[in-house]
């Protein structure tokens, strides 16, 4: 039973690792401009499908990778320019509608680019499986687990110490004070955003080559970072690597131990019991209401 | 009476439209879904724009309504009328039981607890094949009959939806201008100060929840019993959100901003099929376009323009 | 209150001008389709639209049907129910076509049934539910294998192999829980006992936990049902935790499509499929043969690498081709009598002999078991 639990934690935090980067996307665009962004998850299929695609044409591996990550990124900044920018002051539900289009309208332009095919990625070192006791995993597993540290201990020393990542917080604690000091609001905005899609591409790449990607496996990655980043806080960047973590691992316990056809609905059923025990979330901070 | 005006037109528009084009295709199969999703885009923005309570679990009380008709009458045989009302009993009071923990979450927090309450209730309904058919759903739902008639084709389904439509929106308009509907637009613009004023706030975001969960179960019950058939994709969190679009696309706290959205959102796809794969693409485009340059939606948005611009052409005739 | 009015009158108005009256045409035949060419079952429906494109397509440009030109009219469900039941609608309504192609997915079919009954209109469905056919319904046929076919044949090849324990692992879309229905109904009769029934979520992406708890039961071989990448995903998940058990596959996966995804961990993976995916493979004097080159070599000039699905979209297609020959007229119940009396048509699934009881015609030697080797097709004697 312990060599199960430990192989179901295992799957539990690989998948989780996914969660964590897509609800990390959403925390950060949402503590700069408000906005819930419901595109995040086709950041994910963007960066492997691109990752994919070029690699494909025969660029050299570790190129096609950070070339897709550029892409995304540039996907993302293209999206606060044109999307979110114009419509600065729209109702919370508003750009709830213009996020949602956005993530239609990625999908159809994948969808029209790449087509309806599912692909995968090559590993990015040979596909022998370790063997702890009577678990086993991949070398991708590990790939994904260590990626997606390396890349949430970026983003906090980017926030934490560098001046830029201190200007966009500043950003989310008062638009209008940050301007007055002198940040470039829309500028630092920008920066969210790629920042976001990088996370998201990044995911998408370090996942692929276990769980393959087509042009509409964006939209469940979309939902399950969004619930990662509620389950931990919104808001809270270590809430919502948190929250995706432990989401992974409730599915994957849920799934092991309860009943496998139920187990999304057992996931769901934890974060509605934590949010009816804790209204805002593991870490998030309960806000003032506003009268 | 200048107060229902709006409700007089939409009904002789309704009524006028089934009697000159009885046999349209456009009547009969897309009206009949305009129809249905107008009841459920009207009573979610009882909800959502009047109560200011994001919902995007809305699709899983149509869907109870329906699962409950499909299920009693083809397992059971039971009366259509009274599998309805047993619908109308398990939405009602899940919604009560929901109404109270549910409705204590704000923004974000309410939009995954609505999320995950309908993705539960799909999975159900997936899951439990025994009961629900599983993804090939139910079929063989028989036909009703409404005062003995019985509502055997396309054009009699369209009655009966534009009917419960414009019931729905009578009591929508109803209740925003009653006192609790007062009380509602008080919850929407500031919680605490309409709790210092004596309203209870908690008691009527629930009691209109319960109320939209009711309106969108009798609109399952009549869409299992017109389609013949349910499937759960029918009830996904997909529809939600399209339900959610077109209340936001036609504008917020507007009974007929969520009618012309419901409209909108159901026809645009009948015309973005000449676009074949391009389809997709234009749906999304358009939404944000939309969006962006109408933010408060179509029909408010929209009606406010031309309002401006009539009155700076009675002030520049005058 | 006066804007409202307008909102509502430019509606009417808009109304009005949708309600334009599509006339029907009078010397062709109008075949109607609804697939899922996009969406979760796209791999169903895209090569399914352009099998039945191109050859109409070609038959138009020999001159039609003995004259009778075909107009074709599609439409993309995307595999929701609702929108099938829609277009099936406009497909009776507004296009008042005389046969109907479709739908991809046994849901999509299932769906539009009732309907398609009660106007009268042939219909011949790719989709795989037996529930299609059985109980028989007067105007409704199918051409693709069944799931009860496929799990029966899989069933005999494990007996045959002398294992008696089976582990089920099956998603939760239409034709995974169909299959699974199948299995659980039919392994008493093989003398099987299921030892395990996982399920995973189409959209998942990690189905190792589920195997884990397979490989802790005393099963002897494991048997998936599915569609798109979870398959892929469920027999690189095996291969990863080192379960040496026998796989199977359902008729789900019989595309190249699969090997590519899977890799080395295809390999040694077994399944029923039609003729198809093993076509240079057959002996001459396969009567299939012949059929199957020629519908191949037309369809991977043209697009890439066929699948089976695009198979029945052409049986579906000649079978009506024939029928409407035949019946010497493009009246509905004429060609749904033909269709009935289809008699040793050689498709791309097998040898059609329809009755009124058997709306589908293919016996259990229609499929062969396949097994993959090196990256490829072999058949299983």
Known sequence: MTDQLFQFLISGITVGSVYALVGLGFTIIYNASDVVNFAQGEFVMIGAMSAIFLYRAGVPYPFALAAAVLITMAVGMLLEKLAIEPAKNASVVTTIIITIGASIFLRGAALLIWGKDIYGLPPFTKDVPISIGNATLLPQNLYVMGGTALAVLAVRYFFDKTITGKAILAC???????????????????????????????????????????YDSGVMLGLKGFCAAILGGMGSSMGAVAGGLLLGVIESLGAGIISSGYKDAIAFVVILAVLFIRPSGLLGSADAERV | MKRLAGFYILAAVLIATGLIFPDSYYVTV?????????????????????????????????????????????????????AMLAGVGIS????????????????????????????????????????????????????????????????RWYWVFGGLMLFTTWISLNIVDSRPGRALAAVHGSEVAAQMTGVDTASVKAQ??????????????????????????????FFSIELVTMVVLGGLASTFGAIFGAVLLSILPEFLLVFEDFEVLIYGAILMIIMIFLPEGLFVSGSRIVTGWLKKREMSTQ | MYKSVRM????????????????????????????????????????????????????????????TKIDFIHYDTKAKAKDAKNFVNRLIKKDRV????????????????????????????????????????KWIFKTPHTDRMAAAKIFEDIKARGFNKVALITGNGGFDKSGRAQCLALAPKYGLVIVADEKYGNSDTDMTTQITKIRSTDAEVIVNFGFGKAPAIVTKNIRQLGVKLPLYQSHGVASKKFIELAGEAAEGVRLPAAGLIVADKLPDTDPQKRVLLAYKNAYEAKYGPVSTFGGHAYDALFITVNAVRSAGSTDRAKIRDEIEKTKGFVGTGGIFNMSPSDHLGLGLDSFHMVEIKNGDWVLVN
Request: glycine share 12%; aromatic share 8%; hydrophobic share 50%.
């Open chain 3, 98 to 137: 005389d046969v109907i192609i479709g739908g991809s997915t046994s849901g999509n079919t299932i769906a539009v049934m009732d309907l398609v009954e009660k106007a009268h209109v042939p219909l011949i469905s790719l989709a795989g539910s037996v529930k299609i056919i059985e109980p028989v319904k």
């Open chain 2, 208 to 237: 209109i929840f319960v109320v939209s969960a009711v309106i969108a179960s009798v609109a399952g019950s009549l869409f299992a019993h017109q389609q013949a058939f349910v499937s759960p994709e029918s009830f996904s969190f």
């Open chain 1, 172 to 214: 989310s604690c008062n638009r209008k004070a940050a301007s007055l000091v002198g940040i470039n609001v829309n500028r630092m905005l920008l920066i969210a955003y790629g920042i976001s899609a990088l996370l998201g591409a990044i995911a998408g790449i370090l996942v692929t080559p276990i769980t393959y990607t087509s």
């Open chain 2, 92 to 155: 009602g009071t899940l919604a009560f039981i929901l109404a109270r923990p549910i409705l204590k979450l704000k923004g974000h927090y309410l939009a995954m607890a609505t999320l995950g309450m309908g993705i539960i209730i799909h999975i159900f309904f997936v899951q439990a094949d025994w009961i629900t058919g599983g993804p090939d759903g139910l079929s063989g739902i028989p036909e009703i009959t409404i005062a003995g008639l019985a509502i055997n084709n396309d054009i």
């Open chain 3, 8 to 67: 509502i009158m430019a509606f009417a108005a808009a109304l009005l001008l949708c309600s334009t009256y599509t006339a029907s045409a009078g010397d062709t035949l109008k075949i109607g389709s609804f697939l899922a060419v996009t969406g979760p079952a796209s791999f169903l429906g895209d090569p399914e639209l352009k099998t039945l494109q191109m050859y109409i397509d070609d038959i138009n440009s020999k001159g039609g049907i003995d004259g």
């Open chain 2, 30 to 82: 897309v009206g009949v879904t305009i129809c249905t999703n107008a009841v459920l885009a009207v009573s979610l923005n009882l909800l959502m724009g009047y109560a200011g309570q994001i919902s995007l679990g809305h699709a899983a009380f149509f869907g109870l309504g329906a699962y409950a008709s499909a299920v009693l009458t083809t397992k059971y045989g039971i009366n259509p009328w009274l």
